[in-house]
């Protein structure tokens, strides 16, 4: 009996020595990111991957959403607000070896802004009018006019470093300056990351994460209750959540994003381009029903494009109430509207929202047609070919408002007034000036009925109770491995 206990004190304290050391870990994801470079995608799945744990850009959000120093460890501006004079980091070197210097900083930034750019967020760089090499850690960018949001912009995913020699391959395998270095990207299933030893920064806990694509909500609840996922950071099945409450094996991390869920209208077709149209759809719809069909009670009703936690936002949602019989006769005096096509991508709350959505526009008498289509399909037919009526999608980019500004964006939205709205914004650094455009730019979009709003996007994530060091909010779509670790 005396040695059995020994053991079973052996057993004990060997079992705690390797927790305590634990240093891996396995992440779930809904969606696999159709490529790795984040300077040639679209898609919000690439930066959960990659964003701060294998690329890194000059400056970087921080997960309270505030903008931090990256690359650049410092930077100064002129008294005009149109030069910024950044001073990297020396000592930085990218995964395969090679060193980080200027060069790639010019390199990077021409790169986003060029004629032929294929980067997302080419509008981030427009108003570059030069970048130069001073020495290899000093790099002054020229603007065209000012921009008091230019170290904001430089944070975003779309505004990574890379290196004109392994650019041509960093869809599938990224070569960045991150705290993690890219091991392999088995198809359809996961992406493995491991510690860089030669990491320029602090060395992150974690010595190996693995990325796992899981589509399926019912699949990731049980992957997360066996334990073969340890984290699920957007947690696809909301209503499962009170299950992990009860469970002290798990915590449930519940925080805000910048995902602004819309029913995105084609607004350069018809009839979607008469905004009587638009404005009885947006009033068909009763946000609260698929908040709750849709999220299980998660999510934050919207009446415009814009983060309700964020300081300058405007609650608009009185305009488009939910108001059938408005809806009604408002299409009495368009006359007959055809069937729409509503194209809805894989995340869960544009499938179910989408469903919820068709039966309220039943209601008021316009017919859908629903076609579930992959990411691929939604980025070429949808977002690149605007080849749809309707769609249901999370805009997670953060302070993404300017995007009504691009009459070439996807919603074909083309209103000069807004335009000189945001140039103007874009121009100013005065805080109060900055808030009353914001609330000119919301309530202009709100009133013209582009899209229907209809909720914040809520960031319910799951993880195993002994990790620490996720974020709770989502400033940006990130998850960020670099502040993870394992407790006792």
């Keep these: 009996m005396k040695h059995l206990r020994l053991s079973a004190a052996i057993l004990a304290l060997t079992a ?7 240093d891996t870990i396995t992440v779930g994801m809904q969606l696999e990111p159709p490529n790795l470079d984040p300077t040639g995608g679209a898609a919000a799945a690439i930066d959960e991957v990659t964003y701060a744990n294998v690329f890194e850009g000059l400056t970087r959000f921080g997960p309270d959403g505030s903008i931090r120093p990256a690359l650049a460890e410092s930077w100064e501006v002129s008294e005009d607000g149109k030069v910024y004079t950044f001073h990297l980091h020396s000592g930085v070197r990218f995964h ?56 904001f912009n430089m944070a975003w995913g779309d505004a990574v470093i890379v290196a004109p020699e392994s650019i041509a391959t960093d869809a599938t395998k990224p070569i960045g300056t991150g705290p993690f270095r890219f091991v392999e990207w088995a198809k359809g299933d996961h992406v493995t990351l491991e510690r860089n030893p030669d990491y320029w920064g602090p060395a992150p806990a974690l010595a190996r994460a693995t990325f796992k694509f899981i589509s399926d909500p019912n699949a990731a609840f049980a992957a997360m209750m066996a334990g073969d996922v340890d984290a699920f950071p957007v947690f696809p099945a909301p209503e499962a959540l009170e299950q992990f409450k009860a469970d002290p094996r798990f915590r449930v991390i519940v925080g805000s994003t910048e995902g602004e869920t819309i029913l995105a209208m084609n607004n350069g077709v018809a009839p979607l381009d008469d905004i009587r149209v638009r404005e009885a759809i947006a ?33 608009l949602t009185g305009l488009s109430a939910y108001d059938p019989e408005k809806s009604k006769a408002l299409l009495a005096s368009v006359g007959p509207v055809r069937k729409l096509r509503m194209l809805l991508p894989p995340p869960s709350y544009a499938r179910r929202g989408g469903e919820i959505i068709a039966a309220q526009l039943r209601a008021v008498g316009i017919e859908t047609e629903i076609t579930n289509v992959e990411w691929a399909q939604w980025l070429e037919q949808v977002f690149k070919g605007k080849d749809y009526d309707l769609t249901i999608v999370s ?5 993404d408002i300017n995007i009504y500004a691009r009459p070439d964006y996807y919603f074909q939205y083309d209103n000069p007034s807004f335009r000189v709205v945001i140039d103007e914004l874009s121009l100013s650094s005065d805080p109060m000036a900055r808030r009353a455009l914001n609330h000119v730019a919301q309530k202009i979009i709100a009133q013209d009925y582009v899209n229907g709003f209809l909720f914040q996007l809520a960031k319910t994530g799951v993880a195993d109770a002994r990790i620490e060091g996720l974020w709770e909010n989502a400033p940006t779509q990130a998850i960020d491995l670099t502040g993870v670790r394992w407790t006792d």
Excluded at 16 to 22: E, F, I, R, S, T
Excluded at 395 to 399: D, G, I, L, Q, S
């Design 395 to 399: 805009h997670t980019e953060p302070a």
């Design 16 to 22: 705690g020595a390797a927790l305590a050391g634990q």
């Design 96 to 151: 395969d070896g090679t060193e980080m210097n200027a060069d790639d900083v010019v390199f990077s930034l021409d790169r986003a802004r060029a004629e032929d750019s294929t980067n997302a967020q080419k509008a981030l760089f427009a108003g570059i009018e030069s970048v130069e090499a001073v020495d290899p850690l000093t790099v002054r960018v020229t603007l065209s006019a000012p921009n008091g949001n230019f170290p």
């Design 283 to 315: 009033h068909a719809i009763n946000r609260q029903d698929i908040i709750d069909g849709a999220m299980f009670g998660y999510g934050t009703p919207i009446g415009t494009h814009f983060a309700p936690h964020n300081p300058d936002y405007v609650d």
